[in-house]
């Protein structure tokens, strides 16, 4: 059944692209973990051999990734500190989600502490990395076809604006129902958070260890990239509820682009940096270290003032930490900021996480560009999503979206974007 209305214009450059970016994201995610821990590293260049034959795979993976995700379902169930709702559906119904993403971290956290104590090999996860990313990307297929056949149940209300077009390849690419939920586990937001994001801190701190084993200790370097990045999923899961407002949650289906995204693109590719790391030791002086925790710092400060500013103006525009700041009034009913973090650029917190993502590829020094590519992946992702959200946003605001444009003209970064 198709969602009523005018069809939603086509993105990612329709079937033939959605196609290509099936076939690119999983090879490019493997040219990177071969590369990583191949002598040159290059990012440019032809694909790394595996480092031994039959690398690719091992019998155990499948069976720790379902151990690692029914653990991550598990702790999804547990009684949550809160329950909170979405945003109001098409049937004008609300979802209720649980608050417990940063509960989850903290029992996985002890969980892996008691293991090691009890002397689980973490170290060890680095030498599965290469069949364990295989299988989540075949789950990644999978779980996708399913969600795609499940889509052919659904009412219409319960389906995605975008995903819908008719053509298989592309639905099946941005996904069908919006918010396709197993019994009282929500899919799509267990997904966004939990397996992809939990696991990413859980290989960083593997890769962690195994240097410690490998050359007695950890490097300042490693422990830099790892403290940055536990900062930033730990903020994630804290701020658990201010995904159910992301285009994601309340606009994209549930398919290809986001399973594979989250159980497989986010673990495997962002512990980049760490996985370079153990291969290419750097050298890390203490006064550069310092500068790239100021930069990692700025940049945080950035991303959460503006990510806080926003979430606490929605939640209540009267509350005295925002009650002060310059609005426009739309034709919803709805205001936006016109100044504080969200009267300078238009996507402050792009900027903050951009600034973050540059102190997370600097420890790994200048000789190579691979621990780059996390921030020019991510450029071009919030460039192409900061369009995508101003297209919304003029559908939604119209004449009042373009005012806001006039009075703050730059995207990104001021006086630049
Ligand atoms: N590490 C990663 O891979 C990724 C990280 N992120 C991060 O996740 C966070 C969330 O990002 P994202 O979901 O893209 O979008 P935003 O949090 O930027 O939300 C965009 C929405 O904010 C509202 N808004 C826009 N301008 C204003 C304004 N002036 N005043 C009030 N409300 C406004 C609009 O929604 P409405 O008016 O309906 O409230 C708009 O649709 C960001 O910090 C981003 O950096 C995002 C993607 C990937
Ligand atoms: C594989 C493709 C190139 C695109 C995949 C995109 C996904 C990896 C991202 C889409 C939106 C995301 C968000 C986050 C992680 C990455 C994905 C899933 C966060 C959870 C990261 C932490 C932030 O605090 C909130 C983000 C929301 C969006």
């Known amino acids: 059944m198709a969602p009523q209305g005018s069809p939603a214009p086509l993105e990612f450059g329709g079937p033939l692209g959605a196609a290509a970016l099936m076939l690119l994201l999983p090879a490019t995610m493997f040219h990177l973990l071969l590369a990583a821990r191949s002598g040159p590293a290059r990012l440019l260049g032809l694909p790394a051999p595996p480092p031994a034959p039959g690398a690719l795979w091992s019998p155990a993976a499948p069976l720790l990734w379902l151990s690692w995700l029914g653990l991550q379902a598990a702790f999804y169930l547990l009684p949550a500190r809160k329950v909170a709702e979405g945003q109001e559906l098409k049937d004008k119904s609300r979802l209720r989600y649980p608050i417990n993403g940063f509960q989850a971290l903290v029992l996985t956290a002890l969980l892996v502490g008691l293991g090691v104590c009890a002397g689980l090999p973490l170290g060890m996860l680095t030498d599965m990395l290469l069949p364990l990313a295989a299988v989540a990307t075949l789950a990644a297929f999978l779980f996708s076809l399913l969600l795609y056949l499940k889509a052919l149940l659904a009412p219409a209300s319960a389906l995605a604006p975008g995903g819908n077009s008719g053509n298989p390849i592309y639905d099946f690419f941005l996904g069908r129902e919006l918010n396709p939920r197993l019994g009282s586990l929500d899919c799509k937001y267990f997904c966004e958070l939990r397996p992809g994001l939990i696991g990413w801190v859980l290989i960083n701190l593997a890769l962690l260890v195994q240097e410690a084993e490998l050359r007695g200790s950890p490097s300042l370097a490693m422990w830099l990239v790892n403290g940055f990045q536990l ?154 999503r900061e369009a995508r959200d101003e297209q919304q946003c003029l559908r939604k605001y119209g004449l009042a979206w373009r005012e806001y444009c006039r009075r703050v003209p730059y995207r990104i970064v001021p006086y630049v974007y």
């Open 231 to 384: 900062l930033y999923v730990g903020d994630a899961l804290w701020h658990e509820e201010a995904i159910l407002t992301t285009m994601d949650i309340t606009h994209d289906g549930f398919g290809f682009m986001l399973a594979f995204g989250d159980l497989a693109w986010v673990p495997f590719t962002y512990s980049l940096q760490a996985q370079f790391l153990l291969y290419h030791p750097q050298p890390l002086e203490l006064p550069v270290a310092s500068v790239i925790c100021l930069i990692n710092a700025v940049g945080y400060y950035i991303f959460r003032g503006a990510n806080s500013q926003k979430n606490t103006f929605r939640k209540n525009p009267s509350d005295p930490r925002v009650a002060g700041l310059e609005t426009i009034s739309t034709a919803t009913g709805r205001q936006l900021l016109v100044s504080g973090w969200w009267g300078m650029v238009r996507h402050p917190n792009y900027l903050g996480d951009l600034i973050m993502a540059l102190a997370w590829s600097l420890p790994c020094g200048v000789s190579h560009l691979l621990p780059y590519f996390y921030l020019l992946y991510f450029t071009a992702l919030l460039v192409h």
